[in-house]
């Protein structure tokens, strides 16, 4: 975010999870369509460098790089940052079957579009068990279909909800739809699998993993003939003796 003078760090981490909260409303609201799915803002000495996720880049780019233009002009003019000192990037999301943000706007869209409940739910609970997540949960809430607001929960598959795994392998969403009986709210939880290269998932191993190896071939350790041996201790003894 463009500082105009020194401010305590305070102030700083506040003013700079406030600029990161109104960005992704705006191009949520903005790039829902294209299938948005989060933002990252790396400052650098130069300039500020911000990184759209979403999973159709193209229509986020526009025709001739336009739109991406007219992005970076709006942000510049809000935020308040200097002439050709903000620039926007769009990075396509590897696999959108995980990403949740991107099913909650695709469920979203389907919702709009008059599809049932229930239709659409399983549509996008099978689509993500498909494409290699571990679990699954999409939760709906609002006036489905009568007057009275309820809740209706979907799940598959195996989702984990506490410790440090959480974080790592856990994606969460929220948004609301505006139907014309009132407000629906989605949640949709994925829990992606493991991969050891860290692009389809995450790199960190489930701490409660046991990988069971195969037994070894045990070699029978080397003995010499049992008559040798009788022989020597006799010559031993008789050795002794004399």
């Known amino acids: 975010m463009a500082q105009q003078a020194q401010i305590s760090k305070k102030r700083k981490f506040v003013a700079d999870g406030v600029f990161n909260a109104e960005l992704n409303e705006f191009l949520g609201r903005t790039l829902g369509e294209d299938g948005y799915a989060g933002v990252e803002v790396r400052?650098?000495?130069?300039?500020?460098?911000?990184?759209?996720?979403?999973?159709?880049?193209?229509?986020?780019?526009?025709?001739?790089?336009?739109?991406?233009?007219?992005?970076?002009?709006?942000?510049?003019?809000?935020?308040?940052?200097?002439?050709?000192?903000?620039?926007?990037?769009?990075?396509?999301?590897?696999?959108?079957?995980?990403?949740?943000?991107?099913q909650c706007e695709s469920l979203r869209y389907k919702l709009l579009g008059g599809l049932a409940v229930r239709r659409a739910c399983y549509g996008v609970l099978r689509f993500i068990m498909e494409n290699g997540a571990t679990g699954v949960e999409v939760i709906i809430s609002g006036k489905l279909r009568a007057q009275r607001a309820k809740a209706m929960k979907f799940k598959q598959g195996y989702l984990i909800s506490t410790g440090e795994p959480k974080k790592h392998y856990i994606s969460e969403a929220v948004r609301h739809v505006l139907m014309r009986q009132g407000v629906l709210g989605i949640k949709v939880k994925i829990m992606m699998s493991h991969d050891p290269e860290g692009k389809m998932g995450p790199k960190m191993q489930m701490p409660d993993k046991i990988t069971v190896h195969e037994p070894k071939e045990e070699v029978p350790p080397m003995m010499g003939p049992p008559e040798q041996e009788y022989q020597q201790e006799g010559g031993e003894a008789g050795a002794a003796e004399y």
């Open 43 to 102: 400052v650098t000495p130069i300039r500020t460098e911000i990184i759209i996720r979403a999973t159709r880049t193209r229509e986020v780019l526009g025709e001739k790089g336009r739109r991406i233009r007219e992005l970076t002009a709006l942000v510049q003019k809000r935020f308040g940052f200097p002439e050709n000192s903000v620039e926007l990037f769009a990075e396509r999301v590897e696999n959108r079957a995980s990403c949740a943000m991107a």
